[in-house]
């Protein structure tokens, strides 16, 4: 035999090895884009654009669907609304960039993860996670013991919770209420889920974790989203009888909601949930400031400034889908809404499970109603995070069994 030429199964055998580690250097790197985004050095997009080379490169062919097109469609559009607005300040450049490396990510991991098995991947954004949350745990009781421990029992305003944030304090996640709160219930609820698709089981020390998290964050986001989350996935996986005593512990339960969610100072100036109703006041009142085409990229400072009663700087209005239609007008925001539809319908059409995606779904809007700009990292996250998820498989949520461990 030519010794020159190696047989040719092991010529693809080697090829079955390459293939192999880069596949496995795709899953590091997949996981270490889920932690970059705590890290108090934004290095993650540059961690984003690297894991979606290697995810590029053992993608075997385009992805091709109606979100996908959607999805081009209102980034394009931002794209010519951010180009025609130029020259642009640095915090607009930031978001611009923002916006075409969390959308690259999305559909390169998207595109990976659709034509691969991803059970091993699973696990090893179980141990991330365990990771991620043992280490928000421990910044959030930081920065309690830096406040000594007087809003351990909730915080009585949004100013108190927000002063809880001491950037000398910082070393993981986020040093703003709000949006580390957003971030704890998005990944929290992938958290909850895991258990759900791995061993078709509720884990309800997870549950119990992350709402911990959710309280020691003082912010109201995270406690709402999960609440409705949790909520629902209980409610799918119940029988009668425990739907029944479901719904009356949610009765029994809504004074302290109430007052948890600080529902007498809803309307409050200096409260959290006063500032977005007030700047919602001035998008609807206002709506005809607004062009059909939209006011150009991250409008949201100028229109708030001139019209909302009180603008404490926020550089959007606190609303995804308004935020869509105030920057980019009727294109942004319908091609944006499509987006979203058209993507848990992949879901579904790929894997089935009908209720697990909407499930999932649930504290994705339910923030967005309140937050974000529609191109943020933890929205972008969430959504690959739901889709790696939902290709363990269709699970019955009336086969899920509640457990402690």
């Known amino acids: 035999m030519n010794r020159c030429y190696a047989p040719h199964w092991q010529v693809m055998q080697k090829f079955s090895n390459i293939r192999g580690n880069q596949s496995m250097w795709c899953e590091v790197w997949f996981c270490l884009a889920l932690l970059a985004v705590f890290l108090p ?40 609304a951010f180009l025609m607005g130029l020259p642009a300040e640095a915090r607009e450049l930031t978001n611009f960039l923002k916006l075409l490396v ?3 990510f999305l559909y390169a991991a998207v595109a990976w993860l659709v034509q691969r098995h991803n059970g091993r991947l699973l696990q090893w954004v179980d141990i991330t996670l365990h990771i991620a949350l043992a280490l928000t745990l421990l910044q959030l009781l930081v920065y309690h013991q830096a406040a000594g421990f007087r809003w351990l029992g909730g915080a009585a305003t ?5 002063a809880l944030y001491q950037y000398g304090t910082y070393f993981w996640g986020l040093d703003d209420k709000n949006m580390f709160g957003a971030r704890i219930a998005l990944l929290g609820f992938v958290y909850v889920l895991l258990p759900t698709v791995r061993r078709h089981a509720i884990v309800w020390w997870r549950i119990a974790l992350v709402l911990l998290l959710a309280w020691l964050s003082l912010s109201r986001t995270p406690m709402v989203a999960l609440l409705m989350g949790v909520g629902f996935l209980v409610w799918l996986a119940a029988n009668t009888r425990w739907r029944v005593a479901l719904g009356v512990l949610v009765v029994l339960a809504l004074p302290v909601v109430a007052q948890v969610v600080r529902v007498g100072n809803i309307t409050a100036s200096n409260d959290g949930m006063g500032v977005r109703l007030t700047y919602w006041k ?17 409008s949201g400072s100028d229109f708030l ?13 606190h609303n995804t889908f308004m935020s869509c239609y105030l920057d980019f007008g009727i294109v942004g925001l319908v091609s944006y809404a499509l987006f979203l539809c058209q993507y848990f319908r992949f879901g579904v059409q790929q894997y089935g499970g009908q209720w697990f995606w909407w499930v999932a779904a649930i504290p994705l809007l339910a923030i967005m109603m309140i937050l974000y700009s529609g191109y943020d990292n933890d929205i972008v996250l969430y959504l690959v995070l739901a889709f790696l998820l939902g290709s363990a498989g269709p699970v019955s949520a009336r086969h899920l069994k509640g457990r402690m461990g």
């Open 41 to 80: 050095v934004k290095i993650y997009p540059l961690v984003f654009l690297v894991a979606s080379a290697f995810f590029a490169f053992d993608t075997k062919g385009w992805l091709r669907h109606g979100w996908v097109w959607f999805l081009a469609v209102f980034a394009g559009y931002a794209a010519a």
């Open 102 to 104: 969390n959308f690259t």
């Open 158 to 162: 949004s100013a108190q919770g927000s």
């Open 282 to 298: 001035a998008f609807f009142e206002h709506f005809s400031a607004i062009s059909p085409m939209g006011n150009g990229f991250m």
């Open 305 to 317: 400034g001139r019209y909302a009663a009180f603008y404490h700087g926020e550089p959007h209005i």
